[in-house]
């Protein structure tokens, strides 16, 4: 069942698209919340994040590929780790490593799915470890079922935030598709391979991969040097 606070996020929710700030956080026991959506039923582009812990966390994902957040949307169902520091390399050898400065403790991804369609993944962090209480769980679902009717329902209503708000029609990650792009027709190559390219390039060097994108878009770094070119990141071990 859900609480009387979460009824009334998701009832204005509903009725006007406010933005999803600190309450809404608050109920679900956590410190940071993002929403991203599914691209090709694949990658997930952010939508929203309420801060730039939550941004940085979904950067690193989608420069690794891998978290728990790739894996909400490919097995389509809910991906914990309510204490990061237990959860150990194995499972996510590189994103381990690569979020030991962010302050996240517990991460807690939730697809936004209905049936045989996944629209995209909701994400929780929190700077301490522990599992979700019951009744945040439950908010949570509450949550991760009223966004995903949303964004099945169209883009007449938008979810946007007070912080890390994007304008309208613009994508958190629009500089690396263009990047991307221009990396395929540069290179010669597919789409995704170039996609690869860019990423290991951002995560050898320890770079955002939004900072490697426009370095791209304006010309100062080309990506055909042979010593631009490092080994991709791992393969997540299954």
Excluded at 17 to 27: E, F, H, R, W
Excluded at 47 to 61: N, V
Excluded at 211 to 216: I, L, N, S
Aim: aromatic share 4%; net charge negative.
């Amino acid at each position: 069942m859900l609480s009387p606070e979460m009824t009334a996020i998701l009832r204005d929710l509903h009725d006007v698209g406010p933005p999803l700030g600190a309450d809404c956080a608050s109920v679900l026991g956590i410190d940071d919340l993002v929403v991203s959506l599914a691209v090709n039923g694949q990658i997930t582009e952010q939508l929203w994040s309420s801060g730039k812990t939550g941004s940085a966390f979904e950067d690193l994902q989608f420069t690794l590929g891998e978290g728990p957040g790739p894996d909400a949307l490919r097995c389509r169902e809910a991906a914990f780790a309510p204490d990061v520091a237990a959860t150990g390399p194995p499972r996510w050898p590189n994103l381990i490593a690569a979020m030991a400065h962010l302050p996240i403790r517990a991460v807690f991804c939730l697809p936004l799915a209905l049936g045989g369609i996944t629209v995209g993944v909701l994400t929780g962090l929190r700077s301490t470890p522990g599992h979700m209480t019951g009744q945040e769980m439950d908010d949570a679902l509450g949550l991760a079922a009223a966004l995903t009717l949303q964004s099945l329902g169209g883009a007449e209503k938008r979810i946007d935030g007070q912080e890390d708000t994007l304008p309208r029609g613009e994508l958190h990650r629009a500089v690396v598709h263009q990047a991307t792009g221009m990396l395929s027709v540069q290179l010669a190559l597919p789409l995704s391979e170039a996609l690869l390219r860019l990423r290991a390039y951002a995560f050898s060097r320890d770079r955002p991969i939004t900072a490697a994108a426009e370095d791209v878009v304006s010309r100062r770094l080309r990506l055909d040097d042979d010593r631009s070119r490092p080994d991709p990141p791992k393969e997540p071990r299954g």
